[in-house]
């Protein structure tokens, strides 16, 4: 197995952890029993994954491999028994949220440029990827999704996708080397908006 590949697959599993934990952690916070949890998680864990392999019209990813589903149902009961130890569910949730864009963002990007998008459209099936699973999560318990917000969200998983994108067609670089650049920036964009409080100006509205 080359080191891309294990890459690519490590990236997939890790984003799917982080993105179920998010999932789990918001259906601790709405008070969901184990099996709310469940759906939560895999919602969250697969749901833009799977939407971003529609739109590019390949194998589902968790229909050809079930382990993503196990992670998710594990992580959820992981949760539901522990959240308690967890600390503050929210900022928790956040974090773990911000881990799974950054990494699903690249990993959309390169498996877009991989079936011959352009790197524009390669970073924005990546952005699909890494933030439709929680605006599903936020919906079904009514929460305003995370990216609906006045946080830099959105921004950095299409900054990330796009350097992975580029730097894959246009630099050459190895995937694994790109994927790594790329889910780092857009990590940094992204717990720099949380430390910092920082946000993109808002459009002053229409009288």
Do not use: Q
Not at 100 to 106: S, Y
Request: proline content about 3%; charged content about 10%.
């Amino acid at each position: 197995m080359n080191i891309s590949l294990i890459v690519v697959e490590s990236i997939a599993v890790i984003g799917t952890v982080a993105f179920a934990i998010s999932g789990a952690l918001m259906g601790a916070k709405h008070r969901l029993d184990v099996v709310g949890m469940m759906f939560l998680a895999c919602i969250t864990g697969v749901g833009g994954g799977t939407l971003r392999d529609i739109i590019l019209d390949v194998p589902v990813f968790w229909l050809i491999d079930w382990h993503y589903i196990g992670i998710c149902v594990t992580f959820a009961v992981i949760v539901y028994y522990r959240a308690n130890r967890l600390g503050k569910y929210t900022r928790l949730l956040l974090w773990a949220d911000a881990v799974g864009m950054a990494l699903f963002a690249v990993l959309g990007a390169a498996k877009a440029l991989d079936v011959g998008a352009n790197p524009l459209v390669a970073s924005i099936l990546g952005m699909f990827g890494a933030c439709l699973g929680g605006v599903i999560r936020d919906t079904l318990v009514n929460e305003i999704p995370i990216m609906m917000r006045k946080e830099i969200y959105v921004t950095a998983a299409l900054t990330g996708g796009l350097i992975t994108a580029l730097t894959i067609s246009w630099a050459n670089m190895p995937v694994y080397l790109a994927l790594i650049i790329g889910g780092t920036v857009a990590l940094i964009i992204r717990g720099a908006a949380l430390i910092k409080n920082i946000s993109l100006p808002p459009h002053p509205g229409i009288d």
